[in-house]
């Protein structure tokens, strides 16, 4: 017998022996952790705690029954707290859940915020108008007019073009939505905080969003 059959029995004899896959369940979230419950805590400002009361149930249901994740009010603490439960699918839904509870907290409705839970490539991103331009007085009174415009109609124009939304709270600014989307509507806010007239950066945007639904 040649060294080549030799060779080719061995082969056979080991192929005939090769154990079966093992099939393993996927990890849930409690097992990942070693059975550690991991824990989230959102503060709750004061002018969100009424809107939080009025809410409650909506966003409670989608955290407790779809999320798979334990919440509740600390009332003493003033903050809203989330822990993960044995039947917690995903560990990344802890996660998900707090970015949708803060999310709320800076001024999101819940209809928009809840986009987070179910969507992975949403993120909100904040800023003020004092990283883009030092204002005082009556500057910064007129810009955050400008940002807004006539009955929010600018604010609704870079929020309908670029599929974000966007909160206006005071000197801060929260836009959410996707990463591309987040970056066109700061650069029009941006414009419109150093002065640009809203007819201007309208424009822009319709040749942007033009772009961006071409590229989709």
């Given at each position: ?54 809410a409650w149930m909506e966003i409670y249901t989608p ?154």
């Amino acid at each position: 017998m040649s060294s080549m059959e030799i060779e080719k029995v061995s082969l056979e004899t080991n192929v005939g022996s090769i154990p079966v896959k093992p099939k393993f369940e996927p990890l849930k979230a409690h097992e990942m952790s070693d059975g550690r419950v991991q824990f989230r805590k959102v503060s709750v400002p004061p002018h969100r705690y009424t809107p939080l009361k009025k809410a409650w149930m909506e966003i409670y249901t989608p955290i407790y029954e779809q999320m798979k994740i334990d919440i509740r009010m600390n009332l003493k603490a003033r903050k809203v707290e989330l822990k993960t439960r044995s039947d917690t699918p995903d560990v990344s839904n802890l996660q998900k859940s707090a970015d949708f509870v803060h999310a709320f907290m800076l001024g999101f409705d819940v209809i928009d915020a809840i986009a987070l839970l179910r969507m992975d490539e949403l993120y909100v991103d904040s800023f003020e108008i004092k990283d883009v331009k030092t204002l005082r007085g009556e500057h910064l009174s007129r810009a955050i007019g400008r940002l807004s415009g006539k009955g929010g109609k600018t604010k609704f124009a870079i929020e309908n073009s670029t599929r974000t939304r966007i909160v206006i709270a005071d000197t801060k600014i929260h836009i959410l939505g996707s990463f591309t989307n987040i970056k066109v509507a700061r650069d029009s806010l941006c414009s419109l905080i150093l002065g640009s007239p809203a007819g201007k950066v309208y424009s822009k945007l319709r040749a942007v969003s033009a772009r961006l639904a071409e590229r989709f």
